[in-house]
Structures are given as C-alpha cells and as structure tokens.
C-alpha cells in the first residue's frame, strides 16, 4: 500500500499521490480541503500520481466538491485513474467528474 500525500504544486493546482483507500482517505481529508481552500477561485485536483482506489476515493471527491461549493470555487480534476472513472460511472456520478483542460 503507497501512503496517500497531498502536494501544492502551485497555487492554483493540488496534487494527490500514492492509494485513496479506506485506509488512506480519512488521513489526507483535513490536509487536503485546507489545500483547496488556499486555492484561488478555480483549483485542479491532480490525481496523476494516484496508484489506486476504491469507493473512498468518489466519497473524498464528493466531500471536496461541497467544500468547494460553499467557497464559490470550481474544482475540477486532472489525471483521473481508470478504476475512479470506473467507480463513478457504476454508482452514476460520471459526469458529476469535471475535468480540467
């Protein structure tokens, strides 16, 4: 198991590495909304350096995406892995995953 990190790669842009499991999520939540809080109004969300997921990974997101909704910000993602993809299409949430360009 790779240990989840959240890295700023600039102000604009919150980089996550290593796996978003159950074991991982919940000791990168805090790190990361205080990340995307410094973020200026549009922030991406890398998940390039993602090794792998489960459904912890879409709760995450989606707990992300509150956060940015109350700061008025766009959040949108970035190197997205297969298996999130896969995960949210199942449960219906595909399109719910902007993505940055």
Same mark, same amino acid.
């Given at each position: 198991m790779a240990v989840a990190k959240v890295e700023t790669a600039s102000k604009e842009r919150v980089r996550i590495s290593g796996d978003l499991t159950f074991a991982t999520v919940l000791s990168i =939540? %805090?790190? #990361?909304?205080? &990340? #995307? &809080?410094a973020c200026g109004p549009r922030c991406l969300l890398d998940l390039s350096g993602v090794e792998r997921v489960d459904s912890s990974a879409l709760s995450l997101w989606l707990v992300c995406q509150r956060q940015a909704q109350r700061l008025g910000q766009e959040l949108v993602l970035e190197g997205v892995p297969a298996d999130f993809d +896969?995960?949210? /299409? $199942?449960? /219906?949430? %595909? +399109?719910? $995953?902007? =993505? /940055?360009?």
């Open positions: =939540r %805090a790190p #990361l909304l205080k &990340q #995307l &809080q +896969a995960i949210a /299409g $199942l449960v /219906g949430l %595909a +399109a719910e $995953l902007p =993505r /940055g360009s």
